[in-house]
């Protein structure tokens, strides 16, 4: 299978199911379609990107020796759909210590981006809500902007974030 001309034929969750069954679990083939996400080309790289989410859902060992990369690209990523992507792989991941600060900035002011869609923000929280526990001092931030921003978005916003305060049991209103 050539990867590339494979996502061109189509957007469809059977192909993405294919490409990543294709990808699996070799590192190789993974890092061909790494190469497709970035620098950023209509429709191939928005589509490589979740193929690249399915395989890291699947085998999150495929994304180790690309977190630095990710981790840094993500401030400039252009497409939504591809920051979509990249931060919902973030919510499977250990994330390493050195990494947290930036993400954690980078989070807390994605989930107030009045410009981003609910789906990034989401995630975004997601991610933070998984680091609380090796960051208690950051939990009353977290509260504190989650509830700002759950009037300022939609029920799917709003879902989610009561779901994780619930699951921090300090919901503050």
């Not at 180790?64 to 840094?72: G, R």
């Not at 939990?139 to 709003?158: L, M, T, Y």
Request: hydrophobic residues 40%; aromatic residues 10%.
């Amino acid at each position: 299978m050539q990867i590339k001309e494979q996502l061109e034929t189509e957007i469809s969750r059977w192909n993405t199911d294919q490409v990543t069954w294709y990808i699996g679990r070799d590192p190789d083939r993974f890092l061909t379609l790494w190469d497709l996400i970035f620098p950023e080309t209509y429709p191939v790289s928005p589509r490589a990107a979740w193929v690249a989410e399915s395989c890291c859902i699947k085998y999150p060992h495929l994304l180790k020796p690309y977190l630095n990369d990710l981790i840094s690209r993500l401030p400039g990523i252009r497409f939504h759909g591809i920051k979509r992507h990249m931060i919902k792989i973030l919510t499977y991941q250990d994330i390493p210590e050195k990494y947290l600060g930036q993400l954690v900035d980078l989070c807390f002011a994605w989930i107030q981006a009045s410009e981003l869609p609910v789906s990034v923000k989401v995630h975004c929280m997601q991610v933070l809500y998984n680091i609380l526990p090796q960051f208690p001092e950051l939990e009353d931030e977290f509260i504190v902007v989650v509830n700002d921003q759950i009037p300022k978005n939609s029920a799917g916003f709003r879902t989610r974030a009561k779901k994780l305060l619930t699951g921090m049991n300090t919901i503050h209103r």
